[in-house]
């Protein structure tokens, strides 16, 4: 089986990252890590990736006059480590649309939200101001308009009576560490695909095409129905 070389942009804690190099130790996984990139020197991730020996390149983007070459240096270390994907994990860096063009249809985004709902920042405290009752994440193409792109997936988790933002968010995180390399999965094995600005999937990749989450939970004769 071909891997697809993918190389991860982080810019912090790195749980999504470290989700995707332990899905790449599956035998059958169709992608392997090139190369970790972070833009702040300080991203806990940079240790992490190193710790399960797979390497890392610190690109400051405080070094850089402007987003132009700040980003034209991210394509020679990304081109250089021989990655054909991005999987962008937490990096929190507006891009150029020349950097969005040059992978566009191999680049994807996780977002704690179910998009095309809370795109930004505070996510889960925007949620929870709004009482919604289900959130969750998106993977999804990367294109110009942040979170805007195509949607490859999406994992919903439900609101609980007496959320915080920062419970919340470890109910959403929980849900991205099976959503992001799932994602990644359907891409590099290339079940899925980006088309005339749409996704396109193969029909036989749905798992279960009755899941489906209520919060709250319906009442037991409801369920069954
Ligand atoms: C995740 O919630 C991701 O969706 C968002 O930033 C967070 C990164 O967390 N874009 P981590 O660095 O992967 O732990």
């Known amino acids: 089986m071909k891997r697809r070389p993918v190389a991860i942009l982080i810019s912090g804690r790195g749980s999504n990252m470290a989700a995707l190099i332990a899905a790449t130790q599956r035998q059958d996984y169709p992608a392997s890590i090139a190369i970790v990139i972070s833009n702040r020197p300080e991203a806990p991730g940079l240790e992490r990736a190193a710790a399960e020996g797979v390497a890392t390149a610190v690109l400051d983007h405080r070094s850089f006059a402007d987003r132009s070459r700040f980003d ?61 009752r289900i959130h969750g994440c998106t993977v999804h193409f990367v294109t110009t308009e942040i979170d805007s792109g195509p949607i490859i997936a999406q994992a919903a988790v439900p609101v609980m009576p007496g959320d915080t933002p920062l419970t919340l968010a470890a109910r959403v995180n929980a849900a991205e560490l099976r959503l992001f390399p799932a994602a990644l999965e359907q891409v590099a094995a290339g079940h899925v695909r980006l088309e005339n600005g749409r996704v396109v999937a193969r029909n036989g990749d749905i798992v279960d095409p009755l899941a489906r989450l209520f919060s709250p939970p319906l009442p037991e004769e409801l369920a069954k129905s």
């Not at 999987?87 to 095309?116: K, S």
Request: net charge neutral.
């Open 72 to 132: 034209s240096e991210l394509r020679k270390l990304i081109d250089g480590s021989g990655a054909e994907l991005v999987a962008c994990a937490g990096y929190m860096r507006i891009m150029t649309p020349q950097f969005v063009e040059a992978y566009a249809g191999r680049m994807i985004n996780i977002h704690p939200a179910l998009l095309p709902l809370y795109k930004g920042l505070d996510t889960h405290a925007r949620a929870l101001a709004d009482g919604v």
